[in-house]
């Protein structure tokens, strides 16, 4: 038999006839005949049969096919479990490109906006492939266009102004009434000229966006379990419940009031807010709506709950203050008319009368200007705690401080610290032979902001920010505290600026008290809610006493936002092991010969051999790892002392006891057990001469 596994060149064995293919033999691929008369209609039943999508057709002849695309890469990066998708195929399609629209609402839009270009990308790189083809394209560079920088989108709002057609309705109305004499009309008020509503940039719109979301969430979280809350559809008009502070004041017609709409346009703070008070005529309440909307638009730093507040406690100063300026109006629209002004006349007469009677002619009574009024009302409604709508995470009534006027700023004390972050405050506390109370070293409960977790800030100082991190999700927060006096006429403790958390309680925490006898600072003192402590003065020995029964605080501004993630979550780093396989090296490192594991640390979630490795190599301090691979099995498991959950080996080495171990063990007589037949073996010997 001839063998053939050693032919010559261009010899021909029983298996191939000739060595390669004519070129002129090369044909294309068959196209079907139905695809070659109605490509349109084949590539529609392709993707019939390969997706079973949603078919409708439009006016003009386009159909609309909604699938769900699943990625096929098994390696896939991103959670996604399916991408929605809507194909639209023109009606003279080939000759129309296909559109591409992503329905994902969890996908942010610029994510989105990658997709759909990137199958515009391939539909133009592709031409004559067919949807089917073109879609299987896309599965294989979702995770590509996903990857790409998140385009930047803007949502564009249409105001349509409709006063023409009042107008032209109006007209209209006129013309086709019948020719009747009519009285003659008053002369009607000049109407206002028309301003154009103020633009604003992108930027301003995206930060005004985020603030009103942020102080509208509060608000709801805070007033949604109120009796007479209510929300309208489109979440700008919220209703609440009003209890004013000093009702009795209020002229008789605003008594009635029980509740007030908040409007609060959908590009706050940049829009005007405005408030309709109910139960009350809207002659009577437009004028301390018109004063409360001035107020708001001069008082921009505040946020929706200090308004209210500040409605609350100021609104029979804002009632006086609009019934003079109606008055004023009416006295200058009497001497334009020159007829004798009636208003505020009785008032000098009677001063004068008095002023004849008692013989004191010389002396002019000036009325005080309302504006000093209105800044004292608003200054002592801080320091007040009987706010409508207290609650145990806020502060006193009246909402953030109000500075009336720039000079008013510059009147207070070095000693008084800037009205921003949490404030803190003592209700109801209990000053006994104490001038002034200050807290030194302060302890609170905060909560994460992330996953609402309570965690401890211990030893916060004044001045000293703080930082620490959650102990469930490793979220960094700061905390730092401003103090200030506590005395008899002033109960707030100081303010907390915080970031990344909110301020859910105060842990025990010292205090240094002042002695009202002789003004000597005592020694730090530790108290906590409800807890009364009693101590001796060391200079005068006089006894002193506080008592904390309740803690309140209350956000006036919002600490630093978290950092936003960008585009979908992504999965822990695939490391490419294979259960039962031993890791590299058995899972041992340079610094620890004896430990057979790596950890998965919890800060970063990246998988190092031991904690040296970790900072060798990461560029942020190493937490605590709560999960290791086992270095025997490459199973990950949690953290465990001795033993794999899975194999059961020893992931640390343990030293020798003594015994032989198969070799392995001491040779070492002195260390070898009693129960060791080598320990004595050949002691009588000749070894033992050799001793002798």
Same mark, same amino acid.
């Given at each position: 038999?001839?063998?053939?596994?050693?032919?010559?060149?261009?010899?021909?064995?029983?298996?191939?006839?000739?060595?390669?293919?004519?070129?002129?033999?090369?044909?294309?691929?068959?196209?079907?005949?139905?695809?070659?008369?109605?490509?349109?209609?084949?590539?529609?039943?392709?993707?019939?049969?390969?997706?079973?999508?949603?078919?409708?057709?439009?006016?003009?002849?386009?159909?609309?096919?909604?699938?769900?695309?699943?990625?096929?890469?098994?390696?896939?990066?991103?959670?996604?479990?399916?991408?929605?998708?809507?194909?639209?195929?023109?009606?003279?399609?080939?000759?129309?490109?296909?559109?591409?629209?992503?329905?994902?609402?969890?996908?942010?839009?610029?994510?989105?906006?990658?997709?759909?270009?990137?199958?515009?990308?391939?539909?133009?790189?592709?031409?004559?492939?067919?949807?089917?083809?073109?879609?299987?394209?896309?599965?294989?560079?979702?995770?590509?266009?996903?990857?790409?920088?998140?385009?930047?989108?803007?949502?564009?709002?249409?105001?349509?102004?409709?006063?023409?057609?009042?107008?032209?309705?109006?007209?209209?109305?006129?013309?086709?009434?019948?020719?009747?004499?009519?009285?003659?009309?008053?002369?009607?008020?000049? !109407?206002?000229?028309?301003? /154009?509503?103020?633009?604003? *940039?992108? &930027?301003? $719109? +995206?930060?005004? =966006? #985020?603030?009103?979301?942020?102080?509208?969430?509060?608000?709801?979280?805070?007033?949604?379990?109120?009796?007479?809350?209510?929300?309208?559809?489109?979440?700008?008009?919220?209703?609440?419940?009003?209890?004013?502070?000093?009702?009795?004041?209020?002229?008789?017609?605003?008594?009635?009031?029980?509740?007030?709409?908040?409007?609060?346009?959908?590009?706050?703070?940049?829009?005007?807010?405005?408030?309709?008070?109910?139960?009350?005529?809207?002659?009577?309440?437009?004028?301390?709506?018109?004063?409360?909307?001035?107020?708001?638009?001069?008082?921009?730093?505040?946020?929706?709950?200090?308004?209210?507040?500040?409605?609350?406690?100021?609104?029979?100063?804002?009632?006086?203050?609009?019934?003079?300026?109606?008055?004023?109006?009416?006295?200058?629209?009497? !001497?334009?008319?020159?007829? /004798?002004?009636?208003?505020? *006349?009785? &008032?000098? $007469? +009677?001063?004068? =009368? #008095?002023?004849?009677?008692?013989?004191?002619?010389?002396?002019?009574?000036?009325?005080?200007?309302?504006?000093?009024?209105?800044?004292?009302?608003?200054?002592?409604?801080?320091?007040?705690?009987?706010?409508?709508?207290?609650?145990?995470?806020?502060?006193?009534?009246?909402?953030?401080?109000?500075?009336?006027?720039?000079?008013?700023?510059?009147?207070?004390?070095?000693?008084?610290?800037?009205?921003?972050?949490?404030?803190?405050?003592?209700?109801?506390?209990?000053?006994?032979?104490?001038?002034?109370?200050?807290?030194?070293?302060?302890?609170?409960?905060?909560?994460?902001?992330?996953?609402?977790?309570?965690?401890?800030?211990?030893?916060?100082?004044?001045?000293?920010?703080?930082?620490?991190?959650?102990?469930?999700?490793?979220?960094?927060?700061?905390?730092?505290?401003?103090?200030?006096?506590?005395?008899?006429?002033?109960?707030?403790?100081?303010?907390?600026?915080?970031?990344?958390?909110?301020?859910?309680?105060?842990?025990?925490?010292?205090?240094?008290?002042?002695?009202?006898?002789?003004?000597?600072?005592?020694?730090?003192?530790?108290?906590?809610?409800?807890?009364?402590?009693?101590?001796?003065?060391?200079?005068?020995?006089?006894?002193?006493?506080?008592?904390?029964?309740?803690?309140?605080?209350?956000?006036?501004?919002?600490?630093?936002?978290?950092?936003?993630?960008?585009?979908?979550?992504?999965?822990?780093?695939?490391?490419?092991?294979?259960?039962?396989?031993?890791?590299?090296?058995?899972?041992?490192?340079?610094?620890?010969?004896?430990?057979?594991?790596?950890?998965?640390?919890?800060?970063?979630?990246?998988?190092?051999?031991?904690?040296?490795?970790?900072?060798?190599?990461?560029?942020?301090?190493?937490?605590?790892?709560?999960?290791?691979?086992?270095?025997?099995?490459?199973?990950?498991?949690?953290?465990?002392?001795?033993?794999?959950?899975?194999?059961?080996?020893?992931?640390?080495?343990?030293?020798?006891?003594?015994?032989?171990?198969?070799?392995?063990?001491?040779?070492?007589?002195?260390?070898?057990?009693?129960?060791?037949?080598?320990?004595?073996?050949?002691?009588?010997?000749?070894?033992?001469?050799?001793?002798?």
């Amino acid at each position: 038999m001839i063998p053939t596994s050693n032919l010559p060149e261009g010899a021909i064995d029983g298996r191939q006839a000739v060595t390669g293919a004519p070129t002129q033999h090369v044909v294309r691929r068959p196209v079907p005949e139905s695809q070659a008369q109605d490509p349109r209609r084949y590539q529609l039943n392709q993707m019939k049969k390969r997706f079973s999508p949603v078919q409708n057709t439009l006016q003009d002849g386009t159909t609309n096919l909604l699938f769900q695309l699943k990625p096929s890469d098994p390696d896939f990066p991103f959670e996604l479990d399916h991408l929605e998708c809507e194909l639209q195929v023109p009606a003279s399609y080939p000759e129309m490109p296909p559109i591409l629209r992503v329905k994902n609402k969890e996908i942010p839009r610029g994510f989105a906006v990658n997709i759909e270009k990137g199958w515009d990308r391939l539909v133009h790189e592709n031409h004559g492939s067919t949807l089917l083809a073109l879609t299987n394209a896309l599965d294989k560079n979702l995770e590509a266009f996903l990857s790409e920088r998140k385009t930047e989108t803007v949502t564009l709002l249409s105001f349509k102004d409709t006063r023409h057609l009042e107008s032209s309705a109006t007209a209209l109305g006129e013309t086709s009434a019948p020719a009747v004499q009519a009285p003659p009309k008053p002369a009607p008020a000049p !109407r206002r000229a028309y301003v /154009p509503e103020e633009s604003f *940039t992108n &930027e301003e $719109i +995206t930060a005004a =966006r #985020a603030r009103r979301a942020e102080e509208v969430r509060r608000l709801e979280a805070r007033m949604c379990r109120l009796p007479n809350y209510k929300k309208s559809a489109d979440g700008v008009v919220y209703s609440f419940p009003l209890e004013p502070r000093r009702r009795d004041e209020l002229p008789v017609e605003l008594q009635r009031v029980q509740s007030v709409q908040l409007i609060v346009p959908l590009l706050y703070p940049l829009q005007p807010l405005k408030v309709l008070l109910d139960n009350v005529e809207s002659k009577d309440a437009e004028a301390v709506e018109e004063v409360f909307a001035e107020r708001a638009a001069q008082l921009k730093h505040f946020n929706l709950t200090s308004h209210l507040n500040y409605l609350a406690q100021n609104m029979h100063m804002m009632a006086k203050q609009a019934q003079e300026a109606r008055q004023k109006l009416e006295t200058a629209s009497n !001497r334009a008319r020159g007829a /004798p002004s009636t208003v505020n *006349t009785t &008032e000098p $007469i +009677t001063t004068s =009368r #008095a002023s004849g009677e008692d013989g004191k002619s010389h002396i002019h009574v000036i009325p005080r200007p309302p504006e000093w009024g209105f800044g004292d009302e608003s200054g002592e409604s801080d320091g007040s705690d009987d706010d409508y709508w207290d609650s145990e995470d806020e502060s006193d009534g009246g909402g953030a401080a109000v500075n009336t006027d720039a000079d008013n700023a510059s009147v207070s004390g070095p000693a008084q610290q800037a009205e921003r972050g949490t404030a803190i405050s003592f209700p109801s506390i209990e000053l006994h032979g104490i001038e002034l109370l200050q807290v030194s070293i302060l302890s609170l409960s905060v909560k994460c902001e992330r996953c609402r977790t309570l965690n401890d800030i211990t030893g916060l100082k004044p001045g000293v920010e703080t930082t620490s991190s959650c102990k469930k999700c490793a979220t960094a927060f700061t905390a730092k505290f401003r103090p200030e006096m506590v005395h008899q006429n002033s109960i707030r403790a100081g303010f907390i600026d915080v970031a990344g958390c909110t301020v859910a309680d105060m842990l025990p925490s010292t205090f240094i008290p002042t002695c009202s006898r002789c003004s000597t600072p005592s020694q730090g003192l530790v108290s906590v809610r409800g807890e009364t402590i009693t101590n001796v003065c060391r200079e005068c020995h006089g006894k002193f006493t506080f008592k904390i029964p309740e803690i309140k605080f209350l956000a006036i501004t919002h600490g630093a936002p978290l950092p936003p993630t960008s585009g979908p979550r992504r999965r822990q780093e695939k490391l490419g092991l294979h259960a039962g396989e031993p890791l590299p090296e058995k899972g041992t490192c340079p610094h620890y010969r004896r430990s057979y594991r790596w950890f998965r640390f919890s800060c970063c979630g990246k998988v190092h051999p031991c904690d040296k490795c970790h900072d060798d190599v990461e560029d942020h301090p190493q937490e605590w790892a709560n999960r290791m691979i086992c270095g025997w099995c490459s199973r990950e498991q949690n953290y465990a002392v001795e033993a794999c959950a899975f194999c059961g080996r020893s992931v640390i080495g343990k030293k020798g006891r003594g015994f032989w171990e198969g070799g392995k063990g001491t040779r070492d007589k002195a260390k070898m057990s009693r129960k060791d037949k080598r320990k004595f073996r050949r002691v009588g010997g000749s070894e033992g001469r050799k001793k002798e």
